[in-house]
């Protein structure tokens, strides 16, 4: 019941909206041609106008015939050729603009069927029923794609005919770099860009792309030229990027919820001193990165480190002694490294702050707490937004006379733990 409600819901919306754009249009181009003949000099420019706005329902045939009887009109009327040829013109200039310019803008947008989809069924429901088919073809297209939405087993008409994307934004660019294609890659996330920030760009598909990598890559579904191949593609986007980043006049770095020019968090972070470190491999490295760059952008004192065995992650953390570390780790495969390496932070360091980021984690966080154990992160973080969200709490959290205080005591800490 649920199921059906909803198609008939979205059928009569989308196929209301569709009538009403078209009566819109028709209604509108019927004045535009009724004005014309009439500036012409053609007598009965309202019957005209209202016929050619009519007949317009009728796709394909109908504007043909509507302009047939004014130019047959303006033959019989004047002498030569002049007044017929401008009428013909003027149907032919408007059908032009409609049909190919406003038309396909209002009917794709609202109604969800390509514009291929929309010729293919004309010709079909034409040899099926005739006239009526064709007036009917669009309608009738709209109920077909809604039934393949909403019947699994019928998925693939919707598939067909409907002008949304096959594959998300993320699934395609991760496509095109495993087709070895950087060029096309990065056309789509250009796109992407001109519409969302770059945490955004960040957060909504470079991660999610890199954790399909990475699961591929576990499952000995990636060879090494093409593992390659991806990690220094994106490597080279997120290094241009970043360099896009920071030449930003505007600090907006997500849209809606979360970082903007007047956020206090900006003003919170300013001048912390973070290190972000990746868990386990590359992919880890590479968010890890993105953090940094993220962070840069909001003044923060920032390092992040390339990947390394545990001890040497250790021991370059020692030479800086920041407040905070992020642990980057790209769940399922990093998780066991990750907690491994946050027990050992807390364990040299143990009024460092620590920031677990396991981006792109979809299930329970406190269940992934729970699974981490004590003695590690101090919070979990699924995506670079809340992270930099939890950061400027942790930040502000920090008692000022600490931030002179805390390199000599926790430096002392280490060196007593190593001793």
């Known amino acids: 019941m649920k199921v059906v409600t909803q198609a008939l819901d979205d059928a009569s919306r989308r196929l209301g909206r569709y009538l009403l754009l078209q009566f819109l249009v028709n209604a509108a181009y019927g004045v535009i041609a009724g004005g014309g003949t009439y500036w012409m000099g053609i007598p009965h420019a309202l019957l005209w ?46 059908e032009l603009i409609t049909g190919n310019v406003i038309e396909p803008w209002l009917y794709g947008a609202h109604t969800g069927v390509s514009s291929l989809a929309i010729l293919v069924a004309a010709v079909f429901w034409t040899t099926l029923w005739g006239p009526v088919g064709l007036i009917l073809s669009t309608p009738l297209t709209v109920c077909i794609i809604l039934v393949g939405r909403y019947v699994p087993q019928l998925g693939f008409l919707e598939v067909l005919f409907s002008d949304e994307p096959v ?37 909504s ?118 407040q905070i570390v992020i642990v980057s780790a790209l769940p399922p495969f990093a998780v066991g490294q990750a907690r491994s390496l946050c027990k050992r932070l807390r364990q040299g360091y143990r009024e460092l702050k620590i920031i677990l980021g396991l981006w792109n984690f979809e299930g329970d966080t406190a269940k992934a707490r729970e699974r981490l154990g004590p003695g590690g992160a101090d919070t979990i973080a699924t995506s670079l937004q809340q992270a930099i969200l939890l950061l400027s709490e942790t930040n502000s959290s920090i008692e000022s006379n600490n931030h002179t205080q805390a390199p000599t005591t926790l430096h002392k800490e280490v060196t007593a733990t190593r001793r």
């Open 167 to 203: 594959l998300p934004v993320e699934v395609h660019f991760y496509q095109r770099l495993l087709a070895l294609d950087q060029d096309e890659a990065r056309d789509i996330a250009e796109a992407y860009l001109k519409d969302k920030p770059i945490g955004r760009f960040y957060d």
């Open 49 to 94: 106008g209202v016929l050619g706005g009519l007949l317009r329902f009728i796709p394909y045939v109908g504007v043909p015939i509507a302009a047939a009887f004014p130019v047959a009109l303006a033959l019989a009327l004047f002498p030569g050729w002049h007044q017929a040829a401008l009428i013909f013109l003027l149907f032919v200039v408007l």
């Open 205 to 322: 598909v470079l991660i999610p792309v890199l954790a399909l990598a990475e699961q591929d890559r576990h499952l000995n579904a990636l060879d090494a030229e093409t593992a390659s191949f991806v990690s220094q593609s994106i490597r080279e986007l997120i290094e241009e990027l970043g360099e896009r980043l920071l030449s930003q006049n505007e600090p907006v770095m997500f849209e809606g919820e979360g970082l903007n020019g007047s956020d206090p968090d900006q003003t919170a972070l300013s001048g912390a001193l973070i290190v972000c470190i990746p868990a386990g491999d590359e992919a880890d490295e590479l968010v890890a990165t993105m953090m940094g760059q993220l962070l840069e952008r909001l003044r923060c004192d920032v390092r992040h480190i390339p990947f390394a065995p545990s001890a040497k992650l250790l021991d370059e953390i020692e030479k800086d002694i920041p």
